[in-house]
């Protein structure tokens, strides 16, 4: 008898829907054989080439422990043409980093607050610029303007995305809170 046991660690970080990092290395530590998928079939290939790069190999590990967790680069199954996002006929990047300057304070820091409501007004000036007439979403078939329902914001807990869902109806966005909190529980 042969027991099969399927794992994604870059699933298994997703807390909030019951996974369970940890098992995954149990798992992963007494298995005979570990075998990978060496293609993506679900991402943009700009995208893949960024996480490869983000994930690849660094002189210091900056984002997991590669002893428990190694991280091997994949191939795009995807054409680069397959879908894309394109504004005034220029490609759109697939990823874009935010960075925060220093802050004005006497540290040069922000509090986690500060920051939070940086990077959230960041988000809702970036999905502003993204819902803009000119910018499209781009398949095989040509191209449709971006729409809010193309949207989707991860967040850590339910008080972050009241938080997103609040400055985004503050921008007049229209925002759905996907939660598996009992509407009983919610304020009216």
């Known amino acids: 008898h042969s027991l099969y046991l399927i794992g994604d660690p870059k699933q298994a970080i997703y807390r909030f829907r019951g996974a369970d990092i940890y098992s995954y290395f149990e798992a992963k ?6 075998l990978t998928l060496k293609e993506n079939y679900r991402s943009h290939p700009y995208l893949i080439e960024e996480v ?12 997991f422990n590669r ?11 995807k054409d680069e043409n397959q879908l894309f996002l394109k504004q005034q006929g ?8 935010g960075v925060l300057e220093q802050s004005d304070s006497k540290t040069g820091r922000w509090t ?15 999905i502003s610029r993204l819902l803009q007439p000119d910018v499209c979403l781009v398949d095989k078939e040509g191209g449709d303007p971006l729409q809010p329902k193309d949207i989707a914001i991860l967040v850590r807990d339910r008080h972050q995305a009241e938080r997103c869902r609040l400055i985004l109806a503050e921008n007049g966005y229209p925002v759905v809170v996907d939660s598996k909190v009992s509407v009983f529980e919610t304020r009216e």
């Not at 530590?29 to 570990?34: L, R, V």
């Open 52 to 63: 490869n790069e983000l994930f690849g190999e660094h002189e210091e590990p900056f984002l």
């Open 90 to 97: 220029q490609r759109q990047p697939a990823v874009v980093y």
């Open 29 to 34: 530590s007494t298995a005979q054989h570990n």
């Open 112 to 126: 986690k607050g500060e920051g939070e409501m940086c990077f959230l007004q960041y988000m809702a000036a970036e």
């Open 67 to 77: 002893e428990q967790m190694d991280y091997r680069p994949v191939n795009a199954a």
